[in-house]
């Protein structure tokens, strides 16, 4: 079963309004978790690195004030796209790092991911 | 700048072939390598680690050149299960949690 799980995993929206997204880690707890973007026959972007606790890292270019992401506990983050346009629409996904193991690939999960459509 | 090169492909083969795909990236301080595996429409799930000495998982046996910033991947005997997108990805900072993707390499096996 999913050890990380998104929602919703489909979501259309109107322009102009907000959408919020949720990552939950299920069977541990995550410091950090990783919020990216990917459109068609494009790569997985990263996004931001979300902390527990702390203010996000958004990579260049991203909007923060745009794409908010909030970390308020140990299990749970959440990305919110705010003013969606047409433009926003995209498969965005989630993961997080197990912690307490050195990282060996097999420790970082991914939720199943969201497709946002904005019309 | 961080960027991780692959050729997009499709590759189409039929059943039993042998098929290689190459990576290359840009950020000489990567400090892990993976190859991931992406269904259509689908969150991405590891095939497996890479190692500089290179390692094999069954039909999977992956390379990694460090000098050359190459990571290559080969099947053998492939599957139609084994139609997807094959993603190569680095990790750049220390604790080797974020990674960079590549586009990916798209692979279809036929009867």
């Known amino acids: 079963g999913a050890v990380v799980s998104q929602h919703p995993s489909w979501v259309i929206c109107k322009s102009g309004t907000s959408v919020k997204i949720e990552c939950r880690s299920l069977?541990?707890?995550?410091?950090?978790m990783f919020w990216y973007r990917q459109f068609p026959k494009q790569s997985l972007m990263l996004m931001a690195t979300?902390?527990?606790?702390?203010?996000?890292?958004?990579e260049q270019g991203v909007e923060k004030d745009k794409f908010l992401i909030n970390h308020a506990s140990l299990t749970l983050s959440t990305l919110t796209v705010t003013s969606a346009h047409p433009e926003d629409s995209s498969f965005y996904i989630c993961?997080?790092?197990?912690?307490?193991?050195?990282?060996?690939?097999?420790?970082?999960?991914f939720g199943e991911g969201s497709w946002l459509t904005v019309v | 700048r961080k960027e991780v090169e692959q050729d997009p492909g499709p590759f189409n083969v039929p059943e039993g072939a042998t098929v290689a795909f190459n990576c290359t990236y840009s950020?000489?301080?990567?400090?892990?390598f993976f190859w991931y595996r992406q269904d259509c429409r689908k969150e991405p799930k590891l095939l497996m680690s890479?190692?500089?000495s290179g390692n094999e998982d069954g039909r999977f046996t992956a390379q990694l050149n460090r000098a050359s910033q190459y990571i290559s991947l080969l099947i053998r005997d492939s599957k139609l299960s084994d139609s997807a997108t094959y993603l190569c990805?680095?990790?750049?900072?220390?604790?080797?949690?974020?990674?960079?993707f590549g586009k990916g390499t798209t692979l279809s096996v036929s009867s």
């Open positions: 990805v680095v990790s750049y900072n220390q604790a080797g949690t974020a990674l960079i």
């Open positions: 069977d541990f707890q995550a410091t950090t």
């Open positions: 993961s997080a790092a197990h912690p307490g193991t050195p990282f060996l690939g097999n420790t970082i999960y």
């Open positions: 890479v190692y500089s």
């Open positions: 950020n000489s301080a990567s400090q892990s």
């Open positions: 979300s902390n527990e606790g702390s203010k996000a890292t958004y």
